[in-house]
């Protein structure tokens, strides 16, 4: 993804011409491709620009929009350019090669401050109205980009990246021990605070607006507010979540150089890469699958021998099954933990949790490099979707609304694939939950006193 940047001097100074140079520089990593700047007044942004889709091949950045009066820079890979398309009545004969920044321009230019609600992807972007003096951040819903800022009443920068913030002067390098605390005791905190005291982080579908007025931060989107879906039948529900799954994937799969898939033994990644791969078949392009395999390998089946569970051999037939073009065994053997967590320190400015086990993923991250991958698809967030059981008290929960049915042909399954009884399965999924819970409150009712962030903390 590209880097953005920028900065504004909210008193109405000029910018310093060495400022954006000195961000520019900090972010170099971020955009091999090149990049673009634009300094006026009290106002300077700049992007690093990589490419992957087939239209960021024809990106010029800054954009400007509104007869000059509207600046633009987008870092974006936007998922919903056919619907943004035909609302904003783009010729046919321009949405080829028109680039995700331009669309995002067109759409301000239309909807304002209201536009980021319509955009539907990976992106963040930042708008200068150069009549009102006005700077306007947006952020996707997921929080699939990244972006920083500081803030005080006569300055304000943002970017990518935390580095391009402290390539200011004017950018203080002061911890924030609040969240150094929350960090080591597992509190999630209020999504804005950084390892630094004077960064703060834009939340995902977040907005804000920086002017002499002062800085103002708007939630434009809630999960909570999207429309209940309501369906016939248990069949209508599974396929249409098909349906979706697989738009969802072939939208990911827009870049002008090879595509990848991370694959474990597993539901999420596992049916990414099936999605993907009958996608690509049909194009006649091929997918490179990675696995991560540990050091000190197990049986062939994947169940003793080792500490590690060892997901090559099942992850190799789902490779073969899906018909994935190349499957790359990903073992890490000259990969250090150490070196990875000081990697992901210089990258992104503060911890990260269970970075330790990150050395794995630089591997994975590394080999598709290698092989000049432009995209590579993973299966995040699926546990709490594709492979999701309704957590620990869902079978209870069918239980207590009569879905006994439900209930049965749960535990007969899991106790046929796992070939143990169904007693036994009926106590780890149905009794013991409910005992647990009943144990907790009480304990937390009646038992001795303990401030909330203890039940957080990892470190006792």
């Not at 905190?189 to 960064?199: F, H, I, K, Q």
């Amino acid at each position: 993804m590209s880097a953005i940047f920028g900065l504004a001097h909210l008193d109405g100074e000029p910018v310093p011409a060495e400022s954006l140079p000195a961000m520019d520089a900090a972010l170099a990593a971020w955009g091999p491709d090149g990049g673009g700047a634009w300094r006026e007044g009290p106002c300077a942004l700049g992007q690093r620009l990589l490419h992957n889709t087939p239209e960021s091949l024809f990106e010029k950045t800054p954009l400007t929009g509104r007869g000059g009066s509207l600046v633009l820079v987008a870092a974006a890979r936007l998922d919903n350019r056919d619907e943004l398309f035909r609302a904003l009545g783009i010729p046919h004969a321009e949405r080829a090669t028109m680039p995700d920044g331009e669309l995002i321009l067109r759409a301000y230019e239309r909807w304002g401050e209201e536009s980021p609600s319509r955009l539907l992807g990976d992106w963040a972007f930042a708008a200068w109205d150069r009549e009102r003096r006005r700077l306007f951040l947006a952020r996707d819903p997921y929080g699939h980009t990244a972006l920083y800022y500081h803030a005080t009443p006569r300055f304000f920068a943002f970017s990518s990246g935390h580095a391009g913030l402290f390539a200011l002067p004017r950018v203080p390098r002061r911890l924030n021990e609040l969240h150094v605390a929350e960090v080591f005791f597992g509190w999630p905190g209020d999504g804005t605070a950084t390892l630094w005291e004077d960064v703060r982080r834009l939340p995902p579908a977040h907005s804000l607006t920086a002017s002499a007025s002062g800085v103002t931060v708007r939630e434009y989107w809630r999960l909570h507010d999207a429309p209940e879906v309501r369906l016939g039948s248990d069949e209508a529900y599974v396929e249409r979540f098909l349906e979706l799954y697989g738009e969802a994937v072939r939208c990911r799969l827009r870049s002008h150089r090879p595509v990848g898939s991370t694959l474990s033994a597993g539901l999420d990644s596992g049916s990414v890469t099936a999605l993907a791969a009958r996608e690509l078949r049909a194009r006649g392009r091929p997918l490179v699958a990675f696995t991560s395999a540990p050091r000190d390998r197990g049986t062939d089946d994947g169940t003793a021998g080792t500490p590690l569970l060892d997901e090559w051999p099942l992850a190799r037939e789902a490779a073969e099954y899906v018909g994935v073009a190349e499957h790359v065994k990903v073992s890490g053997e000259d990969a250090s933990p150490l070196a990875a967590l000081e990697r992901g320190l210089t990258i992104h400015s503060e911890p990260a949790p269970a970075a330790l086990g990150h050395y794995w993923v630089h591997s994975m991250l590394s080999a598709a490099r290698h092989r000049g991958l432009g995209t590579l698809l993973i299966g995040q967030m699926g546990n709490g979707t594709v492979s999701w059981t309704g957590g620990s008290l869902a079978l209870a929960h069918l239980a207590a609304t009569g879905e006994w049915s439900t209930v049965r042909r749960e535990l007969v399954g899991e106790s046929r694939a796992g070939g143990v009884p169904v007693a036994r399965v009926a106590w780890r999924r149905l009794v013991r939950p409910v005992v647990d819970a009943a144990w907790a409150r009480l304990r937390w009712r009646f038992g001795e006193p303990r401030t909330v962030w203890a039940e957080h903390m990892p470190l006792d």
